[in-house]
């Protein structure tokens, strides 16, 4: 069974630019999650797809963060304009249980690391 | 929210001696305990889990040890072999409630010399 994938797996970008992130789940997984982790610094959750729909995106730190799941398969997440700020590593993770997250295991993908200079 | 605190960020061990990461939380609420591993280049895979109605949990050279009152989990290998070089991230989450969400640690990059 393939694993959670991420595209690209570097990506290098002038500030002002735009980037988009890449994350194909492993087939069947309803739920799709981002995270980032800065330099350093602990993982953080982003935003949270169930299927299509956005369950929770308490996470994104700003509207210059856009994420999206058509269909409910692969998900893209777009930062435009990027800051120098934005630079880190950003994992995608998915799940199959929606009913029962009790025994929800998260797979995360190998991430994407994003340099904004 | 939770806070999760993970010591240290680096460890440094010689093939075959044993390695211990060790992670507080603050939240009495969360009573699911996950470590990933993650090598270079690779999804974080989940080695080990633990939930709060266990105090040990064994899986070969892998064990996880769960204190709920003093909030502290740890994850402990022994006869640690190179391949065994990774960042490992300890989490903690509730499971009811309508939380899902993980609080991840900041990470430990274990070396394993041979």
């Known amino acids: 069974e393939a694993g959670v994938t991420q595209f690209p797996s570097h990506s290098v970008i002038e500030k002002g630019q735009t980037v988009t992130l890449r994350c194909d789940p492993i087939?069947?997984?309803?739920?799709l999650y981002w995270y980032r982790r800065v330099m350093g610094k602990e993982i953080k959750f982003l935003l949270h797809?169930?299927?299509?729909?956005?369950?929770?995106e308490s996470g994104m730190p700003n509207n210059r963060f856009l994420a999206e799941r058509t269909g409910g398969t692969y998900s893209t997440l777009k930062v435009q304009p990027a800051e120098l700020e934005d630079s880190g590593v950003y994992f995608c993770?998915?799940?199959?249980?929606?009913?029962?997250?009790?025994?929800?295991?998260?797979?995360f993908g190998p991430g994407t690391r994003l340099t904004v200079l | 929210g939770e806070n999760v605190e993970q010591h240290p960020s680096t460890l440094s061990v010689q093939e075959g001696d044993s390695a211990v990461i060790k992670c507080t939380y603050s939240?009495?609420?969360?009573?699911?305990f996950p470590w990933y591993k993650q090598e270079l280049g690779k999804g974080s895979q989940l080695i080990i889990d633990?939930?709060?109605?266990?105090g040990e949990k064994k899986d070969q050279r892998i064990a996880v040890t769960l204190n709920k009152t003093a909030k502290h989990f740890s994850l402990h290998i022994t006869e640690t072999q190179p391949e065994d070089s990774a960042v490992y991230f300890c989490?903690?989450?509730?499971?009811?409630?309508?939380?899902?969400?993980?609080?991840f640690g900041r990470g430990t990059s274990l070396i394993v010399h041979p």
């Open positions: 087939s069947g997984h309803d739920n």
């Open positions: 993770a998915s799940s199959q249980r929606y009913t029962d997250y009790s025994t929800d295991t998260q797979y």
């Open positions: 797809f169930v299927k299509e729909s956005k369950q929770d």
């Open positions: 939240d009495s609420a969360s009573n699911y």
């Open positions: 633990i939930r709060s109605n266990v």
């Open positions: 989490a903690a989450r509730p499971t009811s409630g309508g939380s899902y969400i993980p609080t």
